[in-house]
T-cell receptor
């Protein structure tokens, strides 16, 4: 069984640019979650998609947005990038909301 | 605010010793989960314990849950150098359909 895959592995942007991060969940998983992990910190919940709908959103500004496609893959968009957006962005998927989440290895976003 | 808080923040032990990490949370929960993260990688699910369970085992892992104290512990027995990682607890609220909330993690170093 293929795990959760994220692309790209690394992304370097400058302030004010826009970034798009992609995630493919485990086959059969309809829930996709996005987290931000800044250096040395825990995971901060960003977004949760299920069956194409946004189910919940963390305490992040509107310039963080995303969507889930009919094949359950997802993308995270970050507009007007700021230096503090530099972090590891992790995607996870699960079969249903209260089951273990399976994580990808993340996209390392660096803002110069 | 963060639901789960791990203690200690960092732990250093010799190979073969046991490692104990603790997690406290604030509100009633449905499940509590433990995850491991190797440096710069995604999280790996270790064990899920439901609110009506008190203890669970998986290989060298033993998890306890005390809902009256709103706390959990993770014990790794006979630790190995490969156990070096950060360990996170995560909870989901009893109200349901809410995202997992992760603590900031315990950094475990196992010295060979």
């Amino acid at each position: 069984e293929a795990g959760v895959t994220q692309s790209p592995t690394h992304l370097i942007k400058t302030r004010g640019q826009q970034a798009t991060l992609r995630c493919s969940p485990i086959s059969g998983h309809t829930s996709v979650y996005w987290y931000q992990q800044a250096l040395g910190l825990g995971l901060q919940f960003l977004l949760w998609y299920d069956e194409g709908e946004e189910r919940n959103r963390g305490n992040f500004p509107p310039r963080f947005s995303g969507r889930q496609f009919p094949n359950y893959s997802s993308e995270l968009n970050v507009n007007a990038l700021e230096l503090e957006d530099s972090a590891l962005y992790l995607c996870a998927s699960s079969l249903v909301w209260d089951q273990p989440q399976h994580f990808g290895d993340g996209t390392r976003l660096s803002i110069l | 605010s963060q639901q789960g808080e791990e203690d200690p923040q960092a732990l250093s032990i010799q190979e073969g010793e046991n490692a104990t990490m603790n997690c406290s949370y604030k509100t009633s929960i449905n499940n509590l989960q433990w995850y491991r993260q190797n440096s710069g990688r995604g999280l790996v699910h270790l064990i899920l314990i439901r609110s009506n369970e008190r203890e669970k085992h998986s290989g060298r892992l033993r998890v306890t849950l005390d809902t009256s104290k709103k706390s959990s512990s993770l014990l790794i027995t006979a630790s190995r150098a490969a156990d070096t990682a950060s360990y996170f607890c995560a909870t989901d609220a009893l109200s349901g359909n809410t995202p997992l909330v992760f603590g900031k993690g315990t950094r475990l170093s196992v010295i060979a």
